[in-house]
């Protein structure tokens, strides 16, 4: 019952996570407040949380059941959705969703991994497996030609434009994981 309602839950983040823009909040040096939009939003961080916190199972589970939803069901990809997200080449970053919350929730389940070193290294292993699936797909879609862009802007806009906020965002995760582990008695 723990892994499905996990997976619910890490699927409803999945789900509202892409809608929210990330940012982060820096003090001024006159005190006050300023925001630094990031080129990301907190999709994938919300997965990686989910694996982080409810085992690699609900993660899976969550990751597939937001991609069935994208291909047949609802636009809730960034670039809207249905069958024909197969062929964009942004797919390959989706179909890393699945092994990226297998490896993110196996590594924070290893014995060591309770603290907040172990729990960002856990997300930062499932964002790179993401992130190599994704390329793998635009090496795939570039040697055959599927889409008008050449390879380097490909991997700029979706591997190396993002990277950075998504490696900031995942250490956030990380600080957000530790006391709900805490919280829930996972060790």
Known sequence: MATWSGALTGLFLILIGGFIPAALVLPDKDFSISILNLPSTW?????????????????????????????????????GGSIEYLLTPGFGYLAGFIPAAWLCGRLAQQEGMNNLLGLSLSSISGLVLLQLCGIINLI???????????????????????????LILCAGISLIALPLRLLLFIE
């Open 43 to 79: 999709q994938v961080p919300a997965l990686l949380l989910c694996a982080l916190v409810c085992g690699p199972r609900a993660g899976v589970i969550a990751s597939v059941a937001y991609i069935t939803i994208g291909l047949f069901h609802l636009p809730v990809f960034h670039g």
């Open 140 to 166: 795939l879609g570039s040697i055959f030609s599927r889409w008008p862009d050449g390879f380097p802007d490909l991997l700029f806009s979706y591997t190396i434009g993002p990277l950075p906020a998504q």
